[in-house]
């Protein structure tokens, strides 16, 4: 994995990790083959995807994201497999029922009218198949640097964080949601907020896309984070299981379609 890819360096992605194996597993289970990543970014869901088996289409409105991911792909060991197209979630290129599932990760609370991309993913996708989209939630009193009054959040952010109620409304009469998982509680929140600062004090970002952050820590440093990322990784997942019922900084939710 390249040094600087930030997706596998961050610590809240590095979390997110088991959570998306798991999913992909779950729809592995199902028989489901074909994967449409709605707003690609960083690409972390895309590789997942390729290494478990998946075919993967990566979709993303930026052609230097997508240009940056193949880059990430092809350096990877394995390298990665997948269809990569410019186009706009919110007008998608395909054919309805096109795909047995769906991703959109941290892309609605950047909308003005988030239910146009939730209609569109699920126009394209097959009855039965599952949609999964992951966004801020309403709890924040974990994180912090709001407490302080610190936004690391994307000035675009048009939300502080959804509700599943609120997802729900958004979306089509035949489609509901079948689950909803949260993730970044307070151990999680603040070492991801942490980092960070820290991974933008060296040029780097979560998606390729945003010009003039491209960058790589040095070994010593990336060692260092290493070693103490896997000592707050346990502690971490300590604390979801003891707080399982505690709602996080995240929200997921997987909406099915049906007839």
Wanted: proline share 5%; charged share 20%.
């Amino acid at each position: 994995m390249p040094r600087g890819y930030m997706p596998f360096w961050h610590f809240g992605a590095r979390m997110g990790i088991g959570t998306v194996c798991q999913f992909y597993a779950r729809m592995r289970g199902r028989g489901f083959v074909n994967v449409l990543d709605a707003g690609t970014g960083g690409g972390a869901n895309v590789l997942l995807g390729s290494w478990m088996g998946f075919r993967v289409t990566a979709c993303d409105l930026s052609p230097r994201a997508l240009s940056e991911f193949q880059y990430v792909a092809q350096a990877t060991t394995p390298a990665a497999q997948a269809n990569c197209l410019s186009a706009d979630s919110t007008n998608l290129p395909f054919r309805d029922g096109s795909f047995d599932v769906v991703i959109a990760s941290h892309i609605i609370e950047h909308l003005d009218s988030p239910e146009i991309l939730l209609r569109e993913c699920l126009r394209v996708l097959r009855i039965g198949g599952v949609l999964r989209v992951s966004c801020p939630s309403q709890s924040h009193a974990m994180r912090v640097g709001k407490w302080f009054g610190t936004n690391l959040d994307p000035e675009d952010h048009k939300v502080i964080g959804y509700s599943s109620e609120e997802i729900a409304a958004m979306l089509p009469v035949k489609a509901t949601i079948d689950r909803i998982s949260f993730q970044g509680r307070v151990i999680e929140s603040n070492v991801s907020d942490a980092q960070f600062v820290l991974a933008r004090a060296m040029g780097m970002s979560g998606n390729p896309a945003v010009p003039g952050e491209e960058g790589a820590p040095s070994w010593a440093l990336f060692a260092l984070k290493e070693v103490l990322t896997l000592p707050l990784m346990v502690l971490a997942k300590i604390e979801d299981a003891i707080f399982a019922s505690m709602k996080g900084s995240m929200i997921t939710v997987e909406i099915v379609k049906g007839e």
